[in-house]
Nanobody, 120 residues
Framework: QVQLVESGGGLVQAGGSLRLSCAAS????????MGWYRQAPGKQRDLVAV???????IYADSVKGRFTLSRADAQNTVYLQMDSLKPEDTAVYYC??????????????WGQGTQVAVAS
């Protein structure tokens, strides 16, 4: 089992910045994908940004140019730098880890979620 510990959420004015962190509780295999999803009240959970198992980074169109996903060298921590925040970025942000396996379905882990609120 892997636990994901998130931090960095909070309340910020529109145009401000926040940095989210997500650390896995142990070193994980290199064949994994880590990233962030978000869920606003009454809406489904959507992708924000993810580093794929191939190492490329995918961003939701709504955050391109404003959010930056990065990964620590130890491979078990990801950061989401969020700049130029908008009220529509308000949501609970969830870290997700996917560990791929060659002969069975992947293991998927979720963090507990961290609230981001952007005031207009």
């Amino acid at each position: 089992q892997v636990q994901l510990v998130e931090s960095g959420g909070g309340l910020v004015q529109a145009g401000g910045s926040l940095r989210l962190s997500c650390a896995a509780s142990r070193t994980i295999s290199s064949n994994n994908s880590m990233g962030w999803y978000r869920q606003a009240p009454g809406k489904q959970r959507d992708l924000v940004a993810v580093i794929t198992t191939y190492g490329n980074i995918i961003y939701a169109d709504s955050v391109k140019g404003r959010f930056t996903l990065s990964r620590a060298d130890a491979q078990n921590t990801v950061y989401l730098q969020m700049d130029s925040l908008k009220p529509e970025d308000t949501a609970v942000y969830y870290c997700r880890l996917l560990v791929a396996h060659t002969q069975r379905p992947p293991d998927i882990y979720w963090g507990q979620g961290t609230q981001v609120a952007v005031a207009s």
